[in-house]
Structure formats: C-alpha cells, structure tokens
C-alpha cells in the first residue's frame, strides 16, 4: 500500500477568509479542491490512500475533514485541528478521538508571532494530553523554529511527532546551514518522524530541477533513516510548483535506490505504525 501522508481539501469559495495563506500568485488554490478531484490523481500515480491535513484553524473544517474520511474509502486518516491552548481542548481531542480515523492534530505554528509560540504553558498542556488519544502531533515550521522544536520535543517522550515538509529550508537559494545542523539535532529523538513533502513549493516554482533537492534528502534520509520517513505530496498546494505526478516521480527517483523493504516502508508501512490507520 503506497499512502500519500499530506494532502488538503479546499473549499475557498464558501469560506475564503478562512485560508489567510492562500494570497497572490496562488489562482489555481482558490477553488473547491475535493476528493473527486483528487482520486484520478492517486489512481494514475498508484497511490492507495491519503492523510488529509487541516488547512483552516477550525473545529467545523477537522469534522468536515473526518465525514469527508467516511464517505471516500482512501482517506485513511486526518491530521486535524484542535485549539490546544484551550481550556476545551481536552474535551474537543476526546470528542474527535472517537473516530478511528482521526489520527494527528496540527497548528499554523509557523504564522504565529512568537517564534516560542510552542513553549507556552497553554500549549505545553494542550501537547501532554495527545498520547491519552492516541493522537500525533504534526510540526509545520520554518527551519528557525527547529531549536524550540527540539525544546518542546524532549519534553513529551511519549508524543509521536511528524515533521511536516522538512521543516520548509530554502531550497530556492540552496542555502542549506543552520537547517542542516538543526535538523540533525531533532532527529536524536526517536519520537520525531520526517515527512519528505512541500519541497516544490520551496523551490523556483518555475524552474526546479530533481537535482536541487538531493543535498536536502541526503541530510533527511541520513539523519532519519528510512524506518522514520514518510512521503507526502501537499497537494493541492503543490500544484503552484508541478503536477501530482511530478511530486510522486520526485520522491520516487529518490527513494527507488534504497533496498525494497525500505521503499515498502517509506511509502506505507512507516505511515502506518505513525498514524496507526485503520487497515
């Protein structure tokens, strides 16, 4: 089973308020981006399954999300959102957590104000309370917030975490230092996963070519390993840089040297034993 652990639903037209990320130069996002429109897209890249990830900081779009799970068989899970500062939230993870197919929660922590955002005892509460739920926590951060992930991370053993795009480095400029070191330091921890996704966007949208992304995977898969990396296409966002099928062939052109087993679990195992999906 190969699983495409990164991937959004848009509905901009009914709520376009509610995607602040979505700004100029990024037409072809202000759409209604719905399974229908995905399906074709895993058939002819042989993809069997998806983890749908909030894309709006609401409770209504995560259960949207989950009956959107229920109604199309190869959304395997949903990565939702929950606000955990809250004195809620406990509440709103066990409401959520009833369904089998809610697997992870995330926050915009990269478009918070405070770089520390993460280090807040509110949050810091909200976190402590994911492994009662069996839920992980997805990392959206820009490479200067990799230190305090470290921080944040040492502290919650118990946590899975993903990190989402490898941190976003600068692949447009081939800049590669701090990242590099700081990614080697949050790979130490063994309860931090590393999603190979959202590099595209990262780069020239117009003119990217497969060999600017190698010194960035070499530092991933190196510091990693393949039993800790997943593949995610950030579709439809991944659209403003190449097709579905061009993010596919991306990761596949790098990950076709490595041993099968190792190819097996990168693409669906590793996804599996993170999220623990229902099969």
Partial sequence: MRIDTHQHFIQFAAAPRDYPWIGEGMDCLKA???PETLAPLLEKSGIDGTIAVQARQTLQETEWLLDLAQKHPFIKGVVGWVDLCSPQARTHLQRLARDPKCVGVRHVVHDE?????MMSKDFLRGLAMLPEFDLAYDLLLFPRHLPVACEVV????GVTFVLDHIAKPPIKTGAIEPWRTDIRRLAQFSNVVCKVSGMVTEADWKN?????FEPYLDVVFE???PQRILVGSDWPVCALAGKYRHVVELADGYI??????????IWGGNAHRVYGFPL
Avoid at 208 to 212: G, H, M, N, R, S
Avoid at 256 to 265: D, K, N
């Fill in 32 to 34: 209604d981006l719905l």
């Fill in 113 to 117: 104000p405070d770089d520390r955002f």
């Fill in 154 to 157: 040492e502290q919650f053993p």
């Fill in 208 to 212: 990217w070519t497969q060999d600017q």
């Fill in 223 to 225: 510091a990693f390993g």
């Fill in 256 to 265: 076709q040297r490595l041993p099968v087993e190792y190819r097996e679990a």
